[in-house]
Antibody
Framework: EVQLVESGGGLVRPGGSLRLSCSAS????????ANWVRQGPGKGLEWVAS?????????LYADSVRGRFTVSRDKDENVVYLQMNSLRPDDTGVYYC????????????WGLGTLVTVSS | DVQMTQSPSSLSAAVGDRVTITCQAS??????LNWYQQKPGTPPKLLIY???NLETGVPSRFSGTRSGTDFTFTISSLQPEDVATYYC??????????FGAGTKVEIK
């Protein structure tokens, strides 16, 4: 079955760090863009970061996380990571791993999400 | 980056009513627009792609149209199971993935 499964969420103090994982199964994730999208409590969908796989090797970050979050891939394990440092309370939310095939490709593959709570 | 302006932010309608949600793109995205339904605790579910194409298995009471950079999503006859939040999302120029702010639909 083609799916993405996130893990690594939890409760962390402000200023702390957390690493999220997104494991892909049923397909080779290396040929697709890996995105992280988050949703704060009662809020909308917010794009966080993208790692453009395949031939377009570059990574983009939202202004709100640039310099604090880092996306990386383990191509052998078919896993994408989101390293989150200097966490703030407004980083709280459900983090979704989302796969896409590039501009013009309508279908996104969503994971079920993992909850990150930043609180003292 | 393409910005998506979605309205209204919420609405309340009776069962059987016609419901309309709009999204405006900051510039031309052709037909590269999706509409999603999201219920609490679940990821968004694709309803409409290519501005007006119904995803397989989605009831025909859901529809979408495009006029230039303006997109409209319609529920022709609101049902209790349609209570959810709806989002538009452009895929003409990604990344980044850009979404509308969402419309929360409730039953009056």
């Amino acid at each position: 079955e083609v799916q993405l499964v996130e893990s690594g969420g939890g409760l962390v103090r402000p200023g702390g760090s957390l690493r999220l994982s997104c494991s892909a199964s049923g397909f080779n994730f290396n040929g697709y863009t890996a995105n992280w999208v988050r949703q704060g409590p009662g809020k909308g969908l917010e794009w966080v970061a993208s790692d453009v796989g395949s031939s377009g090797q570059y990574i983009l970050y939202a202004d709100s996380v640039r310099g604090r979050f880092t996306v990386s891939r383990d191509k052998d394990e078919n896993v994408v990571y989101l390293q989150m440092n200097s966490l703030r309370p407004d980083d709280t939310g459900v983090y979704y791993c989302v796969g896409d095939g590039g501009s013009g490709w309508y279908r996104l593959l969503w994971g079920l999400g993992t909850l990150v709570t930043v609180s003292s | 980056d393409v910005q998506m302006t979605q309205s209204p932010s919420s609405l309340s309608a009776a069962v059987g009513d016609r419901v309309t949600i709009t999204c405006q793109a900051s510039h031309d995205i052709s037909n590269y627009l999706n509409w999603y339904q999201q219920k609490p605790g679940t990821p968004p579910k694709l309803l409409i792609y290519g501005a007006s194409n119904l995803e397989t298995g989605v009831p025909s009471r859901f529809s979408g149209t495009r006029s230039g950079t303006d997109f409209t999503f319609t529920i022709s006859s609101l049902q209790p199971e349609d209570v959810a939040t709806y989002y538009c999302q452009q895929y003409d120029n990604i990344p980044p993935l850009t979404f509308g702010a969402g419309t929360k639909v409730e039953i009056k």
